[in-house]
């Protein structure tokens, strides 16, 4: 009870941040080069310019700056996104479309990170300037230093165009029509490199934190007294050094949901996924600025759900947390 | 001690260090022997090998640290020579150990109960049943209140105290023939470590442990000995029982240790002018923390109504526990914290009235020296400059300042030529006295200095004291005083204020509080001082 | 001086800085190897590496010399890294700084604004500021600066928050310091060093927010960049792999000589935590 109180006043309190944001970006946009009229009038093939004043009336884009964002802010609260004048549809129904994909990849790559992330963290901090150490951190700061749409790119050279065993891109099969568990297969069969490409980088950031965690753990004077209680090496390490070690890393999850989010951009256009990311590059290239900015709602609201997640199982593990609250 | 069984005995043990340390071995040739049923203390000052000691029969030495030579006999074997199979066969049941500091010393995750349990859990074959009725039973033991509770309870929800009891039940828990305490009282209260040594005491004796009681301590090794090993730089120097080594110290290390504890008798007063320099009334702060909307708000009052007065050229001692509201009341009077109420008045300015820059061009009139030497000296600064940082900010020209601060250095006792090196260069004692060179440097008319020398050595506090004492003569200085040692306070302070919970219990001159203590807490403090007998009569 | 001797005894960080300096030496030495346009005509497209010595690495789809690209792409990494990691540090540090030293309400708007630029995904946010500003050299470099200091400023703080109340700067305090005095030369030096080795971090991850931009052809098209020549290098992917996987090399090389040089020194101005 107590750690749902906190982590709700910790979600509470992330309600300013998000109205920032808004705000922020709302205005940020304003200096663009061109309004939603501009590109509408460009996808129409032009047209004169009694009509755009006619259209900007209708979009309330007359209104003055302040006013517009009040309108915006208020539209927001009804849960309306306005309306994307490329795609012909309310903001809402397309991110609602490209939703799926980017919440798939987002939580298999970070499980993946996370899973062999720590394993291999354990490992590397176990065998302490041995030669399992050295060969993991040495992956590791390859895997940091590797971009990852070169990474995507070689993967689909390797295993798409050689060796022809996962698709090169898209998010299914769309030639023909597959329904339950082949279709989900199908798909996983999809996600694997983008999963890999994407989570490449995280796991190298959370197998250092791994290790560096675990080492510092491994001096602290409660192993010490482990130590002098007769345990055996294995069950310091489960019992006493494993969830101590894994705060940091759970923090880092909060902190790094929005590089995730930020790098699915990439990854979805190298593997043609259609999903949030994607959305976001061609809002920017096709100048849908009201799409832009329901993106950057939606991303704003993924990263503070990760994070009150992340909250919750932080005060799980460790019980101090309550008390400061 | 021939009616007992000789538990452990170390035979010419050395430990060698890594290269690169200030000595090649952490322990040579050191022999002694720990029967059943005693107290055997190992004292020294640090870095002289005596944790190390704990560690290596422990077999729990750092990676690079190494035994290379002697032997460690318990109960028939050679333990230098155990497998790591068997070491920890032997570590938690035959012999166990308990640290400074409870708090790093329990994992902060799991519960009391849960810690303790994992000792018969390791060791036992006991149902989850019969392991919890002893894990109870233990906590009643070490006289931790409501057993049920603490066992569910997580380290940080305990006191520092019962924190010790609950790794003393969990040392004590298979019945172990030795137990090994590395400074277990150190970082308690007065008043907490006399409750601990008891029970360590009461313990002991019930189950005829043997017990090896690292401290730094002469007031403990008083309370508690049975037998006394003194070390020194890795070597044992002299051992014997506890009245031999405390009366009659043979070696010259030991004398000299003995002599620098502080006994608890105050010198002959000195002579108090009329006049107060300091007028501290009324002066309150309470903290609040944060709370969203309110909620969850904590309102904690630090220090409570506090008036005390300070006559010209004397010396106000602030005594009391953590928590007291001492520090608070320190920083209050300098400035550091804004009190809430009252006025501190000095040489007719009300400083509590002050505004935050009227208070930094007046800061030369009263100045502070810190606890930590360590952390009190900006360590990217050079020595000479620290002193002369003071003067600099007030308007003094930098080559003035600096050849004045090197003058100083003199009068501390410092080498002038030392004032090109950087702080991690000096030794604790050596940094104190920069720290108080430093506020010196400002000719402040009243010196707060917060516990100066609680983080010292003995030999090290008592040339420091007695440097505070010949500067307060020689300059005029009137020092507020703040320690949790009365022996310490008794040495230096004409006037004593015994603060408890933020509020004063009792003032007035020093020997009178200490001869005659008219509060129930003075007198627990007093009587909490280790070794009290022998502090009061040991000769200087 | 420990500290130099120290960092040349870890083979990993004189490794980094070998590598550090080649791709250094290749920016300035660019104009002197190939002093024609990168970005020019050279020759037949697609030409294999080192299946004619006058292009050794290739050619690319429209017959550019994919070694001249290379070298003068180190100086554009070179750059945009080291211009956006200053601007990131320095704002990074007074954001930092400010908040961990005055705490209060200042703490609280500070530390708000650094949430949310955490929140809002920092490639998205690079991309709002692309579309708004356009993709020129300079509008590019200081978007990539604008969006990476939140991390150095979190650190920063972080180093405040605990030095803030050491007894050294309350000492300064007594001694009728000022809060400017106070937080640029007592506090700040001492809060430093990890935040220096911090900007390897940054840098790296600059190099790569920027490669990625150039791959989606956001970035500024008129210079020659790793991450173009990568973008570019994908419409012929299938059978030319090599246009896109010799700038990837390029830049994974560069971003590892940058992050090894950064351990290298994190262990050895702080050898208390060496191999962590």
């Given at each position: 009870m107590r750690i749902l109180s906190l982590a709700g006043r910790r979600l509470a309190a992330s309600i300013p941040t998000l109205v920032l944001i808004l705000i922020g970006v709302f205005l940020l946009l304003q200096f663009a080069p061109g309004d939603t009229v501009d590109a509408m009038m460009a996808q129409m093939g032009g047209g004169d310019a009694a009509t755009a004043k006619e259209l900007r009336k209708f979009y309330g884009l007359d209104l003055s700056i302040p006013a517009q964002l009040g309108n915006y802010l208020w539209r927001l609260v009804r849960l309306d996104l306005g309306f994307s004048s490329i795609y012909g549809k309310p903001v809402a129904s397309v991110i609602i479309e490209r939703l799926p994909p980017t919440i798939l990849l987002m939580t298999a790559s970070l499980s993946f990170a996370f899973f062999f992330g720590l394993l291999f963290g354990v490992i590397a901090a176990r065998g302490v300037n041995r030669w399992p150490d050295t060969l993991i951190s040495t992956l590791g700061l390859i895997f940091y230093a590797t971009p990852s749409f070169w990474f995507g790119l070689m993967a689909i050279v390797v295993f798409s165009v050689y060796l022809q065993w996962l698709p090169p891109g898209g998010f299914e099969d769309i030639g023909t029509v597959r329904t339950g568990i082949w279709r989900m297969l199908d798909i996983a069969s999809h996600l694997v490199l983008p999963t890999l490409t994407l989570g490449l980088i995280f796991l190298a950031i959370y197998l250092r934190i791994m290790r560096a965690s675990m080492l510092?753990?491994?001096?602290?004077?409660?192993?010490?007294?482990?130590?002098?209680?007769?345990?055996?090496?294995?069950?310091?390490?489960?019992?006493?050094?494993?969830?101590?070690?894994?705060?940091?890393?759970?923090?880092?999850?909060?902190?790094?949901?929005?590089?995730?989010?930020?790098?699915?951009?990439?990854?979805?256009?190298?593997?043609?996924?259609?999903?949030?990311?994607?959305?976001?590059?061609?809002?920017?290239?096709?100048?849908?600025?009201?799409?832009?900015?329901?993106?950057?709602?939606?991303?704003?609201?993924?990263?503070?759900?990760?994070?009150?997640?992340?909250?919750?199982?932080?005060?799980?593990?460790?019980?101090?947390?309550?008390?400061?609250? | 001690m021939s009616e007992h069984e000789t538990i452990l005995s170390l035979d010419r043990l050395s430990v060698r260090l890594p290269g690169g340390a200030d000595r090649t071995h952490a322990l040579r040739d050191v022999s002694l022997e720990i029967a059943s049923n005693e107290i055997v203390c190992v004292v020294g000052e640090s870095g002289s090998g005596k944790s190390m000691m704990a560690n290596a029969v422990m077999r729990l030495l750092p990676n690079e640290v190494t035994i290379d030579d002697g032997r460690i006999m318990f109960e028939g074997r050679d333990l230098c020579a155990a497998s790591m199979a068997e070491m920890r066969e032997v570590r938690?049941?035959?012999?166990?150990?308990?640290?400074?500091?409870?708090?790093?010393?329990?994992?902060?995750?799991?519960?009391?109960?849960?810690?303790?349990?994992?000792?018969?859990?390791?060791?036992?074959?006991?149902?989850?049943?019969?392991?919890?009725?002893?894990?109870?039973?233990?906590?009643?033991?070490?006289?931790?209140?409501?057993?049920?509770?603490?066992?569910?309870?997580?380290?940080?929800?305990?006191?520092?105290?019962?924190?010790?009891?609950?790794?003393?039940?969990?040392?004590?828990?298979?019945?172990?023939?030795?137990?090994?305490?590395?400074?277990?009282?150190?970082?308690?209260?007065?008043?907490?470590?006399?409750?601990?040594?008891?029970?360590?005491?009461?313990?002991?004796?019930?189950?005829?442990?043997?017990?090896?009681?690292?401290?730094?301590?002469?007031?403990?090794?008083?309370?508690?000995?049975d037998r006394v090993v003194v070390m020194q730089h890795g070597v044992i120097v002299e051992q014997g029982t506890a009245t031999e080594v405390l009366h009659?110290?043979?070696?010259?290390?030991?004398?000299?240790?003995?002599?620098?504890?502080?006994?608890?008798?105050?010198?002959?007063?000195?002579?108090?002018?009329?006049?107060?320099?300091?007028?501290?009334?009324?002066?309150?702060?309470?903290?609040?923390?944060?709370?969203?909307?309110?909620?969850?708000?904590?309102?904690?009052?630090?220090?409570?109504?506090?008036?005390?007065?300070?006559?010209?050229?004397?010396?106000?001692?602030?005594?009391?526990?953590?928590?007291?509201?001492?520090?608070?009341?320190?920083?209050?009077?300098?400035?550091?914290?804004?009190?809430?109420?009252?006025?501190?008045?000095?040489?007719?300015?009300?400083?509590?009235?002050?505004?935050?820059?009227?208070?930094?061009?007046?800061?030369?009139?009263?100045?502070?020296?810190?606890?930590?030497?360590?952390?009190?000296?900006?360590?990217?600064?050079?020595?000479?400059?620290?002193?002369?940082?003071?003067?600099i900010v007030h308007g003094a020209p930098r080559a003035k300042a600096i050849a004045d601060a090197k003058a100083l250095f003199a009068l501390v006792g410092l080498d002038p030529s030392a004032g090109d090196r950087y702080p991690h260069e000096f030794s604790g004692g050596q940094r104190q006295r920069i720290g108080l060179a430093r506020a010196l440097a400002l000719k402040p008319d009243v010196l707060v200095a917060d516990e100066?020398?609680?983080?010292?050595?003995?030999?090290?506090?008592?040339?420091?004291?007695?440097?505070?004492?010949?500067?307060?003569?020689?300059?005029?200085?009137?020092?507020?005083?703040?320690?949790?040692?009365?022996?310490?306070?008794?040495?230096?302070?004409?006037?004593?204020?015994?603060?408890?919970?933020?509020?004063?219990?009792?003032?007035?001159?020093?020997?009178?509080?200490?001869?005659?203590?008219?509060?129930p807490y003075t007198r627990a403090l007093l009587d909490s001082i280790p070794g009290g007998a022998f502090a009061r009569e040991h000769k200087v | 001086m420990d500290a130099v001797k120290r960092y040349f005894r870890s083979p990993a960080a004189v490794a980094g800085l070998i590598l550090l300096v080649i791709v250094i030496a290749m920016a300035i030495s660019a104009g002197w190897f190939y002093p024609r346009d990168p970005l020019a005509l050279a020759g037949r497209p697609l030409v294999w590496p080192f299946s004619n010595p006058r292009f050794l690495l290739g050619t690319d789809n429209s017959g550019r010399d994919i070694a001249a690209q290379i070298f003068y792409g180190a100086r554009i990494s070179l750059l945009i890294g080291g211009v956006a990691t200053a601007i990131a540090i320095l704002i990074g540090i007074l954001v930092g700084a400010f908040a961990g030293y005055y705490g209060g309400w200042v703490d609280n708007v500070l530390m708000r604004i650094t949430e949310a630029f955490q929140t809002l995904p920092n490639f998205v946010l690079l991309l709002v500021l692309?579309?708004?500003?356009?993709?020129?050299?300079?509008?590019?470099?200081?978007?990539?600066?604008?969006?990476?200091?939140?991390?150095?400023?979190?650190?920063?703080?972080?180093?405040?928050?605990?030095?803030?109340?050491?007894?050294?700067?309350?000492?300064?305090?007594?001694?009728?310091?000022?809060?400017?005095?106070?937080?640029?030369?007592?506090?700040?030096?001492?809060?430093?060093?990890?935040?220096?080795?911090?900007?390897?971090?940054?840098?790296?991850?600059?190099?790569?927010?920027?490669?990625?931009?150039?791959?989606?052809?956001?970035?500024?098209?008129?210079?020659?960049?790793?991450?173009?020549?990568?973008?570019?290098?994908?419409?012929?992917?299938?059978?030319?792999?090599?246009?896109?996987?010799?700038?990837?090399?390029?830049?994974?090389?560069t971003v590892l000589a940058v992050s090894l040089v950064g351990q290298g020194l994190n262990d050895a101005l702080n050898p208390r935590l060496k191999g962590r």
């Open positions: 510092e753990v491994l001096n602290l004077d409660y192993v010490r007294t482990a130590r002098a209680k007769g345990l055996d090496e294995t069950r310091v390490v489960t019992r006493h050094v494993l969830r101590n070690a894994l705060l940091p890393m759970v923090t880092l999850i909060g902190l790094q949901a929005g590089t995730m989010l930020g790098g699915s951009v990439v990854v979805e256009s190298v593997f043609s996924l259609p999903g949030l990311g994607r959305l976001a590059y061609e809002s920017v290239v096709q100048r849908d600025l009201n799409t832009l900015l329901g993106i950057v709602f939606v991303s704003a609201l993924l990263v503070i759900s990760v994070n009150f997640v992340v909250d919750l199982i932080y005060a799980r593990l460790d019980p101090r947390i309550t008390a400061e609250g | 938690g049941d035959g012999i166990a150990m308990i640290f400074q500091e409870p708090m790093t010393a329990l994992n902060p995750l799991r519960t009391i109960g849960d810690q303790i349990a994992e000792m018969f859990s390791i060791h036992t074959d006991l149902s989850k049943s019969e392991i919890n009725t002893r894990v109870l039973a233990l906590l009643a033991d070490v006289r931790i209140p409501d057993s049920k509770v603490a066992a569910k309870a997580y380290p940080h929800e305990l006191s520092g105290g019962q924190r010790q009891r609950a790794m003393i039940a969990m040392a004590l828990a298979l019945d172990p023939k030795l137990l090994i305490a590395d400074e277990p009282t150190t970082a308690l209260d007065v008043t907490t470590q006399a409750q601990i040594l008891k029970l360590i005491r009461d313990l002991q004796q019930r189950r005829k442990t043997a017990v090896m009681f690292i401290t730094h301590d002469f007031g403990v090794v008083a309370e508690i000995a009659h110290p043979q070696h010259a290390y030991t004398r000299q240790l003995i002599a620098a504890v502080p006994p608890l008798k105050a010198p002959p007063p000195r002579a108090l002018a009329a006049d107060n320099i300091l007028t501290i009334s009324d002066v309150s702060k309470t903290y609040r923390t944060g709370g969203f909307l309110g909620r969850g708000a904590r309102v904690t009052p630090a220090v409570k109504n506090v008036s005390l007065t300070l006559p010209r050229g004397a010396t106000l001692g602030i005594v009391g526990e953590s928590g007291s509201g001492k520090s608070t009341l320190a920083r209050c009077i300098v400035r550091l914290i804004d009190p809430d109420t009252g006025s501190i008045v000095l040489d007719g300015n009300d400083w509590a009235k002050m505004s935050r820059e009227e208070v930094r061009r007046e800061t030369q009139h009263i100045q502070m020296v810190f606890q930590d030497p360590f952390a009190s000296l900006n360590p990217r600064r050079k020595a000479a400059e620290l002193v002369a940082q003071g003067p100066p020398v609680s983080a010292l050595d003995v030999s090290v506090q008592a040339q420091v004291l007695k440097l505070l004492a010949e500067l307060r003569q020689q300059l005029g200085l009137s020092i507020v005083f703040i320690t949790h040692d009365l022996r310490v306070a008794a040495q230096i302070c004409d006037l004593v204020a015994v603060m408890k919970d933020g509020a004063v219990v009792e003032h007035g001159l020093a020997g009178e509080v200490f001869g005659n203590p008219q509060h | 692309v579309a708004v500003f356009g993709s020129t050299l300079t509008t590019v470099t200081i978007a990539v600066g604008v969006v990476s200091w939140p991390a150095p400023a979190r650190l920063t703080r972080a180093e405040f928050l605990s030095l803030r109340n050491r007894e050294f700067v309350q000492a300064g305090r007594t001694l009728g310091m000022k809060n400017i005095q106070l937080i640029f030369r007592e506090i700040l030096p001492n809060a430093l060093p990890p935040v220096i080795v911090y900007a390897s971090v940054v840098m790296a991850v600059a190099i790569l927010l920027e490669s990625a931009l150039a791959f989606l052809r956001l970035s500024d098209p008129n210079v020659a960049s790793w991450g173009n020549l990568i973008g570019l290098g994908r419409d012929v992917l299938r059978v030319q792999w090599y246009v896109s996987a010799i700038p990837g090399i390029a830049i994974l090389v």
